[in-house]
């Protein structure tokens, strides 16, 4: 009952905002026909006017409704508490630079475990920014 009531609840807030989209996506289809049809009236067609795709579909509301969704069920919450994700040591050599443990300022413990498990937020102080750096072997 309760996880029921919830998405209701999500779904009554996406409601406004995905139909304001769909009246955008509405009002500019109907600014391209009307378009269309003035420069078919006046058999006056200008160099590049092809013929352009819709806007409002089921495949684009359905994009729509689907980043509300993520959106309303993300985990980070502005003016909430950050979450606090394990992180792995990567051994040297695998990462490209130096790894964790080759830093001053981890905390004791953190790489306590026998994967080398820690948390993100082991990491952090109060007198710094925590800057996570993802890189890419792309």
């Known amino acids: 009952m309760g996880m ?11 409601l406004p905002g995905f139909f304001s989209n769909c ?3 509405a009002l500019y289809d109907s600014v391209v026909m009307v378009k269309r049809a003035v420069s078919l009236l006046s058999c006056s067609r200008p160099a590049g006017s ?15 409704w689907n980043s509300f969704l993520l959106d309303a069920y993300k985990q980070v919450k502005l003016g909430c508490e950050a979450p606090n994700s394990k992180v792995v ?18 905390p004791p413990g953190a790489m ?11 990491f ?13 072997a792309t």
């Open 50 to 64: 092809g013929e352009r795709p819709r806007m409002l579909t089921s495949a684009g509301l359905r994009s729509i």
């Open 23 to 25: 009246l955008f996506l």
């Open 4 to 14: 029921a009531s919830e998405d209701l609840l999500v779904t009554l807030q996406i």
């Open 112 to 122: 306590a475990g026998t994967r080398d498990e820690c948390n993100l937020l082991d």
């Open 89 to 106: 040591k990567v051994p040297d050599g695998l990462g490209g630079g130096s790894s964790l443990s080759d830093k001053t300022d981890v």
């Open 124 to 136: 952090e102080s109060s007198d710094r920014p925590l800057v996570v750096n993802f890189g890419s």
